[in-house]
């Protein structure tokens, strides 16, 4: 874990440009609506869950590649290690390295847009789960189309995604109404949980084929 | 009990299957399919709001309820792959994909069609309706995704998984109607619960129902034939 962690930290690019494409988003799109508190409003939540989507797409483009490529898969198969394991890791790297500070930048532009006035740790918490969420099915996308471009992936993933966003979206509209959120939260928990577990699975599952 | 099983299995048993019951099947889909639509459109009712329109569920409902049916039909055969390493599923699961993706085509499209004097607009981003075409969007997915590996196991294997993932989609389609305020009217039939349709517009629904699966299922018997065919010469 703490090896997958160095190893994503020197590769800036990787971890940083994800979360400056998302600080830009949450900057630059006030630009595009009249500056009326309303507007900003109303309109942060759709572009909060389509920032995040973006993100997660972004982030685990080509997270496999390299050891695949190089090798290191292949020599983990034959060695006889646990290639579930490696995924598990570099996933696990991935949400300290890139979702994390999303969910903490999400959260800051939440406040700032006046989308979210209290719940904060509730709220930071929610972003971070669904980042997981999205993660664990984008780094599936990711598997399916080693060497074979982002788009199959893509493609080949993103309506499972539905389930997520339709309960993320849920869970914004209780927050910003200050409704109890806490059952959602409990249930994002759960789900990211759920899904960075089986996806994790089915990631090593898929690259274990591309290998054979 | 293992004979019963074996078309199943076997290709070849399931080709000689499949020849020996296309004729009948097919006879027997547009048959029923014929009488429904016909009853329907010509005997059925006026609806009392709106009008001759309606008359459009012979064709939208049994495309709607198919396409959600198909893509259980193509994650059983998933299922059944992915454990049993069955050697016809993957014909199956391709021959499924190619007909719910048909099939849900046609259900936006006549839900469409019918959304013009309705509701006056021929699309709308509801719960249903989005949901549905996502649905549409995983068939053209799976195609896509067995067509672009050269290897056939890993791309049957890969194809398999995503069907069996995907199927978390099916309940949020049928849900959809209760757990959102959409455009889209709840389900006027149920096998729980009494029917809010009226008898004279109910009976030419449910043949239509089964002459539309009888002629899918002959359909999906010329479909598989072809995609065994062809796998077979690659």
Redesign the interface.
Known sequence: MITELFKLFQRTRDWLGPILIFTMIMIAFPLSLNIYSADLISSFESVLVISLLMIAFISCDGIFNEDFLDGSFEMLISEGGSLFQAVFEKLCASFVLISFPIALAGLLFSIANGAINQNYMIALLGIFFVNIILNSIFA?GSA?SLN?GAI?GV??????S??AI?LFGRFLDSISSNISSINLLQLLGGTSIITFLIFSW?CS??IK??I? | MKNLLLPLISVKEYLNLNKMIYPYVLFLGIFFMLLGWIVGLLFAPIDAVQGHSYRIIYLHVPMAIYSQLIYWFMAIWSFSFLIWKIKIAPSMILSAAYIGCMVTFLALLSGSVWGIPTWGTWWQWDARIT?TF??F??Y???L??NN??QNTN?AD??TA??AL??V??IP?IKKSVDWWSTLHQPASISLTTESSIDLSMLIPLLISIIGVGIFLFSLGLKVSRWVIYRRESD
């Open positions: 599936f399916i074979k199959l493609i080949s993933v993103l309506p499972f539905m389930p339709i089915l599952r898929i084929l591309h054979e | 949901s996502i649905l969007i995983m053209l997915a799976l896509t995704v672009s590996f890993t294997q890969i998984w995503i993932v995907g978390i989609n949020i």
